[in-house]
């Protein structure tokens, strides 16, 4: 039987990292996507020394000839894709007021969290529609939840980082409008949001001590992992994390 084609963004460190490590000793296939030849090539031996299988494919998701240079070598190579999972993303408006946040940060965090999303899934639709049973999985957060952010009883309500905020819910719309878009084909599009987790994602210092509420960059992953790994693959147009479903 041939592995599952996996394609994960961002997956030299942190969430997109474990998720690969997680699918190749699954026995996937993973197409490990890095902006850095170096950075990359490291996360993928890793993933060899541990007795797995991983090929790296050097992926800025802001630059379409990244993108259709990655397209073009996997249809040489394989002429399909069965996972397409979105994970790179940034966070650069730390809690600022709205007010005065800078526009080119939020247009800098659109380009990767949703402008790159969207390039991705449309760049390798032809691909995955090539594969028995497809899925896209779009990494979004808890952040980008609108019924969260305007619900008063919720935790998310006094939180404010607009431009990460609304990247993630837009990254939301696209799983809702791919989903429908796709549903005839054996294509599904998920959204998940993996929760506070201890990466260096928005600057964080790996090296300082683990706040309480965090979770592992393990746990982090579970719910991402489950969807990319589930046979049955039935779930579609979906906003979940480990302890279930999210209101979008
Ligand atoms: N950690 C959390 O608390 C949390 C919570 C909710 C959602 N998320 C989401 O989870 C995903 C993974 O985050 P993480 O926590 O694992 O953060 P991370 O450790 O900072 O990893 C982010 C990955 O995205 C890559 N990336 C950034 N810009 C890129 C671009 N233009 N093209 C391709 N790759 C790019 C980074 O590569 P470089 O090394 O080249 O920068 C890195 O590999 C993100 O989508 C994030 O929004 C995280």
Redesign the pocket.
């Known amino acids: 039987m041939t592995a599952t084609l996996t394609l994960i963004?961002?997956?030299?460190?942190?969430?997109?990292f474990e998720t690969a490590m997680a699918l190749a000793k699954l026995g996937q296939h993973v197409l490990l996507?890095?902006?850095?030849q170096d950075?990359g090539q490291q996360a993928v031996d890793k993933i060899r020394q541990a007795g797995y299988d991983a090929e790296l494919v050097i992926?800025?998701?802001?630059k379409q000839s990244d993108i259709d240079r990655a397209k073009a070598t996997i249809d040489e190579k394989y002429g399909y894709l069965d996972v397409l999972i979105n994970?790179?993303?940034?966070?650069l408006d730390n809690h600022e007021n709205a007010e005065t946040l800078s526009t080119n940060v939020i247009r800098t965090e659109f380009?990767?969290?949703f402008f790159?999303t969207v390039s991705m899934i449309q760049a390798f639709i032809p691909l995955l529609k090539k594969s028995k049973s497809a899925k896209i999985i779009n990494?979004?957060?808890?952040?980008g939840s609108l019924g969260l952010a305007s619900d008063p009883n919720s935790r998310f309500y006094n939180v404010s980082s607009l431009g990460y905020q609304s990247s993630?819910a837009a990254v939301n719309f696209a799983t809702i409008t791919f989903a429908k878009e796709l549903k005839d084909t054996h294509i599904t599009v998920n959204s998940v949001?993996?929760?506070?987790?201890a990466?260096?994602?928005?600057g964080r210092d790996v090296s300082q001590p683990v706040p309480q509420g965090?979770q592992s960059?393990h746990q982090?992953a579970q719910q991402i992992i489950k969807l990319a790994s589930d046979p049955a693959n039935e779930l579609n147009g979906t906003f979940t994390e480990n302890e279930g479903t999210l209101p979008w």
């Not at 990494?139 to 952040?143: F, G, L, Q, R």
């Not at 990466?199 to 928005?202: I, M």
């Open positions: 963004t961002g997956a030299d460190k942190g969430i997109g996507g890095s902006r850095h950075q992926l800025d998701v802001t994970n790179a993303g940034i966070a380009d990767v969290n790159g990494v979004s957060s808890n952040m993630k949001n993996p929760g506070w987790t990466t260096s994602f928005g965090m960059v982090g």
